[in-house]
């Protein structure tokens, strides 16, 4: 279905896919996380924080390890991450629109569209196995997002009692809170453990039903659009 797959003209080797949303082996069906080029902001720190470590992936000199290829139990759709001015951060590629089997990825020795090589990863081995993955996926998606809107922005202890709790008041774990604040505070060079210590106030007053506040532009300021 993707054109550039298609036989070029004579003379010229045409680009390889592989396909996506099968069985490799049993219960082992690839999925390809695609880490988006992203004008004046790199996600690879941010999704690398949160998703594992695998040992299969490829890139290009403009995005290198933009495909980290993994496997899960299942097959399972495919999912997009859009920041909310529609740029496209992150995808979750697997099963096509309508559930089947069959999407591909454009894989090594292939030629990206803007002419540049599309190689492997050094000591490439087996993509790793994550039956959690499209949990980790979404995960990875919101801190994203939170990471590009905050930008160089420092963020205190009190916008990270809000972030923490606006995210928890909306059924998203207190560990899972504390992985998505770890990475956004790696993300942007802010104090790391106090993420994890700010998560931890603000779930206990979320749990005893104190008064929290929750208000977003306490965080982003004036950017915030969401």
């Known amino acids: 279905d993707d ?31 695609d880490v988006e080029h992203v004008e004046g ?11 594992p470590r695998t040992a299969f992936g490829f890139g290009r000199a403009s995005n290198p390890g933009s495909h980290a290829f993994y496997t899960v139990g299942q097959p399972i759709a495919s999912l997009t991450c859009q920041d909310v001015d529609g740029t496209m951060l992150l995808e979750l590629r697997c099963l096509k629109k309508d559930l089947s089997p069959g999407r591909q990825t454009m894989v090594p020795p292939s ?8 190689e492997l990863w050094d000591g490439v081995g087996d993509p790793a196995h994550v039956p959690d993955l499209e949990h980790r996926w979404r995960l990875a998606a919101a801190a994203l997002i939170a990471t590009r809107n905050l930008g ?23 560990p899972d809170v504390v992985l998505l604040m770890r990475a956004i505070a790696a993300a ?3 104090d790391v453990a106090d993420a994890e210590l700010a998560t931890r106030t ?10 929290v506040k929750t208000h977003l532009k306490a965080v982003f300021g004036d950017a915030h659009r969401a």
């Open 3 to 33: 054109p550039r797959l298609k036989p070029g003209p004579d003379g010229v080797e045409p680009n390889v896919g592989t396909l996506l949303g099968v069985a490799i082996a049993p219960e082992r069906v690839l999925v390809d996380v």
């Open 41 to 51: 902001f790199d996600p690879r720190p941010v999704v690398a924080a949160l998703l």
């Open 111 to 118: 030629v990206h569209p803007n002419g540049e090589a599309i």
């Open 152 to 174: 160089a922005r420092e963020l205190k202890h009190d916008q990270r009692l809000v972030l923490a709790a606006w995210l928890l008041q909306r059924d998203i774990t207190e």
């Open 188 to 190: 942007t060079g802010n």
């Open 202 to 211: 603000s779930a206990q007053r979320v749990a005893g039903r104190q008064p």
